[in-house]
């Protein structure tokens, strides 16, 4: 069974940084692109960044661009983003997701095929 868990969310002023991280169990990690989305309330899911299996290809959606950083420990089995600059906007469950097949920067959920159960981020104004 492949399981993903978020953690490191929680509340942080305006232009402060968190890390969010995602371990990963079952299945070989070094195989799987992986992606963070967020969901806001009323909202639908949204793409932040994602990675490729490699580790050599990164994307981002234009909000983020500059902020945000994901990265990824293959020996830890786990993937991160770093969150600087932090804006209020960005208040949102905040999932990771992984995928086996051809991944080069879909902005669609659909792409992925594995999710955690998310991590909640709240940025006071």
């Known amino acids: 069974q492949v399981q993903l868990v978020e953690s490191g969310g929680g509340l942080v002023q305006a232009g402060g940084s968190l890390r969010l991280s995602c371990a990963r169990s079952g299945g070989t990690f070094s195989r799987y692109a992986m992606g963070w989305f967020r969901q806001a309330p009323g909202k639908e899911r949204e793409y932040v960044a994602a990675?490729?299996?490699?580790?050599?290809?990164?994307y981002y959606a234009d909000s983020v661009k500059g902020r945000f950083t994901i990265s990824r420990d293959n020996a830890k089995n786990t993937v991160y983003l770093q969150m600087n600059s932090l804006k209020p906007e960005d208040t949102a469950v905040y999932y990771c997701a992984a995928t086996s097949g051809y991944y080069s920067g879909n902005h669609s959920p659909a792409a992925f095929d594995s999710w955690g159960q998310g991590t909640q981020v709240t940025v006071s104004s």
């Open positions: 990675m490729s299996r490699s580790g050599g290809s990164t």
